[in-house]
């Protein structure tokens, strides 16, 4: 990963991005559970930042939580995504943004699947872009399934 970091003014951004989609990725904002374009989606392919196209989740990855957002217990390997402390709003969490161009994302909870590592990474739909894929990264491939077993 060499890829270089963005960094753009926040009026750019604004220009750049649908009203949506900067409340949520610039100013952190969350959009209404259940609300989300993907929150539902079940297609596979990699979802990429929103605001910079960087790849970052795996739909291979994703499950339903029954949270209201997009969940996924594993983020894209290679350091694609950051976490700050988060305070506000009354509640301890962990905000998870883009590496790439520091775009909020969403949070990361110690309640995702415990054969999968045990994390949710919980994701604002408007925050991603799905990019349909027949083979996704991260989804094993039969040779693999097949040492598995
Ligand atoms: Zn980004």
């Known amino acids: 990963m060499n890829e270089r970091k963005i960094n753009k003014s926040e009026e750019e951004w604004r220009k750049l991005l649908t009203p949506e989609q900067y409340e949520v990725l610039r100013k952190k904002g969350t959009e209404p559970a259940f609300s989300g374009l993907y929150e539902n989606e079940h297609a596979p392919g ?21 949270c209201g957002w997009p969940a996924f217990f594993a983020a894209l390997g290679g350091d694609r995504v950051n976490f ?3 305070d506000s709003r009354g509640m301890h969490r962990i905000e998870v943004s ?49 040492e598995a077993s």
């Open 46 to 66: 990699v979802y990429t930042c929103a605001a910079c196209g960087a790849p970052l989740f795996s739909s291979s990855t994703k499950y339903d939580s029954g």
């Open 84 to 86: 700050h402390e988060d």
């Open 98 to 146: 883009c590496a790439k161009c520091g775009s909020h994302l969403g949070h990361i909870f110690d309640d995702g699947p415990e054969e999968h590592g045990g994390k949710r990474f919980c994701i604002n739909s408007v925050a991603l872009q799905l990019e349909k894929m027949e083979h996704p990264p991260g989804e094993k491939t039969e040779k693999e399934t097949k």
